[in-house]
């Protein structure tokens, strides 16, 4: 669900092109040995080369030839192609139950940044169409009706557009980059497996090409969220930030559908005890016996000591450590935290604590089930559109011929495979199969062996 976008640097530049030039020509070399039976890249960045790279120009540096120094690299895909990526991140010890590591595997269309932070890890970043960036984004079911499909088409990308700051002509590039997570709104490219329901959203936004909900001559932050409590609130009261005249709370009656409309929780005392006892906020040793809920702060009870925090904090450390320790047990029913939202009541039993609950999401904008419900009464994308956003209505405006996002950070290598010949890394043709970049020192760049 979308959020106020992070702050992100300025691109750096690219290495000088006569050192490029080098670290292409040995790829070709090494890669003339490769036949077209090279193995296809792995579906987990766990099975490892055989053969770590030796260096930026993947040759053995000689005294006399010192391996170029590598910050960036870039890979273009040919028209109408994309990569395969399968990310490594460092490995994490957890003492969570069946601990999975992160990974990473997309396919992107666009060309790829990957670039080396100070630490050694990889960071990438998506440079593709604006139209390409909306089709990616993974935010409703494609099954919906066309018209909520319609409405969150719109409005990712006045959202996309009102936090990226962007004030370009048509078909200009978008040089302020957007994350891909829901810290901004989730983008998770060209959908490995398609379902026959992926060109619904894909209709849905060709359809309403070029429409932006517009304010004050600029694109209107129209942020959504998932489930609602029966209303939603004012982004001054959810963000802290000036009030807006399409940022309004409404009455909402039409999400009863979301599973999360109403949801129950419960919390057993000796696995509160633990949870909370992880995150600092409760001794291990003393278990816990009473749980209430007093305004906006929790006050927790047992064996003698009354500890009060707020319902912020006692949320964090549920919905950190509950899944993470019991995962047999949490969250309940099917839901995608323990206590999915704020707006709660608490009822304390001899061994538990019950959590009840509406809603999923911070509370201000467009509710996405409720678009599914007024979809289902008829009502057009444009009325939906104009019921959460202070009656404002979407309106043609300059779209970018290109945005940057950054997909992933943090990585230690990347395996890349183009879809189709052709594909270039740093401007030199990239030796056919796939290509492994791994950060440290230096980036190196090689085809496996």
């Known amino acids: 669900m979308a959020a106020r976008a992070r702050a992100a640097g300025d691109r750096p530049e690219v290495s000088a092109a006569r050192r490029l030039h080098v670290v292409v020509a040995s790829l070709v070399v090494l890669a003339a040995a490769c036949t077209s039976t090279e193995p296809a890249v792995p579906d987990s960045p766990d099975a490892a080369p055989t053969d770590r790279p030796t260096g930026a120009s993947g040759k053995t540096a000689t005294p006399s030839e ?3 120094q590598l910050d960036e690299v870039t890979l ?3 028209f109408d192609a994309s990569f395969l990526v399968v990310g490594r991140y460092p490995h994490v010890e957890s003492r969570c139950v069946g601990a999975e590591q992160p990974r990473l595997r997309a396919r992107y269309p666009g060309t790829l940044q990957i670039e080396r932070s100070d630490e050694g890890t990889l960071a990438l970043t998506v440079t593709l169409p604006f139209d390409e960036y909306l089709k990616g984004i993974a935010e409703m079911p ?3 009706p066309m018209a909520a499909l319609e409405a969150q088409a719109i409005a990712a990308r006045s959202y996309a557009l009102a936090t990226t700051g962007w004030d370009g002509a048509e078909g200009d590039p978008l040089e302020e980059p957007i ?3 829901t810290a901004c709104q989730v983008y998770r490219g060209i959908p490995l497996e398609r379902s026959p329901d992926t060109r619904r959203w894909y209709r849905a936004v ?3 090409d070029g429409q932006v909900i517009v304010y004050n001559g600029r694109p209107a932050q129209t942020v959504y969220f998932s489930t609602s409590n029966g209303q939603t609130y004012g982004n001054e009261d959810v963000f802290g930030s000036d009030p807006l005249p399409y940022l309004r709370p409404v009455v909402e009656r039409d999400d009863g559908a979301s599973s999360l409309s109403r949801w129950t929780t419960e919390l ?3 696995d509160l005890t633990r949870f909370l006892a992880e ?5 291990a040793h003393r278990r816990i016996q009473d749980v209430r809920l007093d305004g906006g702060s929790v006050e927790v009870s047992g064996e003698g ?6 319902l912020g904090t006692f949320r964090d450390a549920v919905n950190t450590y509950a899944h993470c320790l019991i995962p047999s047990r949490y969250p309940e029913h099917g839901m995608p935290t323990t206590i999915p939202s704020r707006w709660l009541s608490m009822e304390g039993g001899r061994r538990a604590v019950t959590v009840r609950g509406r809603g999923w999401g911070h509370g201000a904008g467009m509710v996405q089930w409720g678009t599914y419900g007024k979809a289902r009464r008829g009502l057009s994308a444009e009325q939906i559109l104009a019921f959460y956003y202070g009656g404002f209505r979407p309106e043609p405006f300059p779209e970018p011929g290109q945005i940057r996002v950054e997909v992933a950070s943090g990585l230690t290598t990347l395996r890349v495979r183009p879809s189709e010949p052709g594909a270039l890394v740093n401007g030199e043709p990239l030796p056919r199969g796939r290509v492994l970049i791994a950060g440290g020192e230096t980036i190196a760049v090689e085809p496996p062996a």
């Open 76 to 78: 273009e895909a040919p």
């Open 279 to 283: 995150a600092g906020e409760w001794a």
């Open 142 to 144: 494609a099954s919906w």
């Open 268 to 270: 057993r005392f000796e």
């Open 66 to 68: 010192p391996a170029p």
């Open 179 to 181: 994350c891909a997570t």
């Open 206 to 208: 060709r359809r309403t």
């Open 305 to 310: 000591r009354t500890r009060a925090m707020d």
